[in-house]
């Protein structure tokens, strides 16, 4: 197959994008073996090839942190739906934390728990699914991503997939960290819950960096 010019530099671009963009180098060089077999691969590629082509380090570190707020965010809940009763708890920090069995039917840290459409349990997992596939839009069609960014969009797409999984498992979602100071008690919350709230400052970070950059 006959590559055009277009196609080699939007391949080499994917490359640049990939690996000098998160702080790496080429892998592949001008007249390796290699480049060129990749790019036929590129070329005759669908989408999703290109996709692939595409995550290298940049979505495979993605990938691997999200997977791991995932799997801490499951592996929390199961020992909590099955060591704690419903509506249980214990104290485990005196005087400012509670360990607690909640299920929450509305988003992160209670909102819209109250509410009492019927179309709640719809409405969020759109919400959530929408989520994850413009996260995963922005990692892979962003030319230079900071690690700041990177590891926020890690976080957010790790939190909105935990909840996503417990909402399509219960139809609602499995709180159990009780934080308080006094009478005073934030809405119980989760792993992913917390990562959320990590993946926000995150971005405010490279927002803040950005903008101090280009005052230079």
């Not at 892998?27 to 691969?41: I, Q, R, V």
């Not at 039917?105 to 413009?134: E, I, K, N, Q, W």
């Not at 009478?183 to 903008?211: M, Q």
């Amino acid at each position: 197959m006959r590559i055009s010019p277009q196609e080699k530099c939007a391949f080499r671009q994917v490359l640049e994008v990939s690996w000098k963009g998160f702080g790496g180098t080429l892998l592949y060089k001008e007249g390796s073996p290699n480049l060129t077999a990749l790019e036929s691969e590129f070329a005759s590629s669908s989408f999703a090839g290109r996709l692939a082509i595409a995550g290298s380090r940049k979505f495979l570190t993605f990938i691997i942190i999200a997977l791991v707020i995932v799997v801490a965010d499951q592996v929390t809940k199961y020992l909590v739906t099955a060591l704690v009763p419903l509506h249980g708890g214990m104290e485990i920090i005196p005087g400012f934390a509670n360990l607690v069995h909640a299920r929450n039917p509305g988003a992160a840290f209670g909102l819209l728990a109250d509410s009492t459409s019927s179309l709640r349990s719809l409405f969020l997992l759109l919400v959530s699914v929408a989520a994850l596939v413009c996260i995963i839009w922005i990692v892979v069609a962003t030319e230079h991503i900071d690690a700041y960014l990177l590891i926020a969009l890690s976080f957010f797409f790790g939190g909105a997939l935990g909840n996503l999984v417990d909402r399509m498992r219960f139809g609602e979602v499995v709180d159990f960290l009780d934080v308080y100071v006094g009478t005073l008690h934030w809405p119980a919350f989760n792993v992913a819950d917390a990562s959320l709230c990590v993946g926000t400052a995150l971005f405010f970070l490279h927002f803040l960096r950005r903008r101090s950059d280009s005052n230079f």
